[in-house]
């Protein structure tokens, strides 16, 4: 069971259903295709609150280098395929999701899982 915790400034962006994955550490007992993953802010907080239920599509590996590269799968990520990948992830463009993985620590570079969903049809 996938429980995720968002910052609030990625509400906005899972609820729309711009933000399609997340990019986490890896887990000793990563999730699966076709789980569900829980979706929340404020977690283990009294304001947490319920973003959504998704079903799990996919899990890769994905690495990012201090400067900048990204390998998702074992394939390196061109600039074009660098800005998708950011825009899916809530950012306005790569140089933010970067930005975002410099501060306040910096966090680079980075090794673990890209967890993919799909929304469940209501």
Known sequence: MGLYNFNARFVPFILSGKKTHTIRARRTYPDKRGETLHLYTGLRTKGAKLLLRVTCSRVEEIT???????????????????????????????????????????????????????????
């Open 64 to 122: 990012i280098s201090a400067e900048g590269a990204v390998t998702i799968a074992g394939e390196t990520l061109s600039e074009s395929e660098r800005e998708t990948l950011a825009k899916r992830d809530g950012f306005e463009n790569f140089e933010e999701m970067l930005q975002f993985w410099k501060e306040p620590t910096n966090r680079l570079p980075f090794c673990g899982h890209i967890i993919h969903w799909k929304a469940k049809k209501k």
